[in-house]
């Protein structure tokens, strides 16, 4: 990618030198910054908001009832982790920031989840059947409220942003069901 990159910039440069259209390069460019900016304002915006909202939940008994909610099936998705408290409360953090729509929120979770895991694996060179369970749910994550596509969208000028809402939760439930279920079935199969 690093010479990718370079490459199809030059060779737009001198398409454009060549055509004539040099002006409109320019043009682009700058509008193109323009856009860059308030898109990515809009989003930092947006995880800001989601961020302290988490944060509130983690430092109220909201997590502890969240958890509470979560426990009977977060056993299930991780057996051998359910006596890591620790773990336990990362991963629930991960998966409400996930459900939210907001893997900004998300990623610190994981990854302290990740770190409680592995104290508990007897492989430190493998990963443990918590882990990998913990990778497949962030790749398909259920997102009910999908808050950083539907900001996207409202910075593009959608006029209706919330209108994927329900073909998310179609796809988002249909992924993790496959994803659950064919992990499950390959980590019965794995010996460790």
């Known amino acids: 990618m690093n010479y990718l990159w370079p490459i199809i910039i030059i060779i737009s440069f001198l398409f454009a030198v060549i055509s004539g259209n040099i002006q409109n390069l320019n043009n682009s460019i700058f509008s193109s910054l323009s856009d860059v900016v308030k898109l990515s304002l809009t989003l930092v915006g947006n995880m800001c908001l989601w961020c302290g909202i988490m944060k509130i939940i983690q430092e109220t008994k909201i997590m502890n009832y969240l958890m509470k909610i979560l426990k009977p099936i977060l056993n299930w998705l991780y057996p051998e982790a359910k ?17 939210l729509g907001i893997g900004n929120a998300a990623t610190p979770a994981g990854l302290k989840a990740m770190e409680e895991l592995q104290k508990d694996n007897k492989n430190k060179e493998e990963l443990s059947n918590a882990m990998i369970m913990l990778i497949v749910l962030n790749t398909t994550s259920i997102q009910l409220i999908p808050t950083t596509v539907i900001a996207i969208r409202s910075a593009l000028g959608s006029p209706n942003p919330s209108n994927i809402i329900v073909p998310i939760w179609i796809s988002t439930i249909a992924g993790t069901l496959t994803g659950v279920i064919i992990t499950k079935i390959l980590l019965r199969r794995r010996k460790i």
């Open 83 to 99: 006596n890591n408290k620790d773990a336990m409360e990362a991963i629930s953090i991960n998966t409400v920031s996930n459900i």
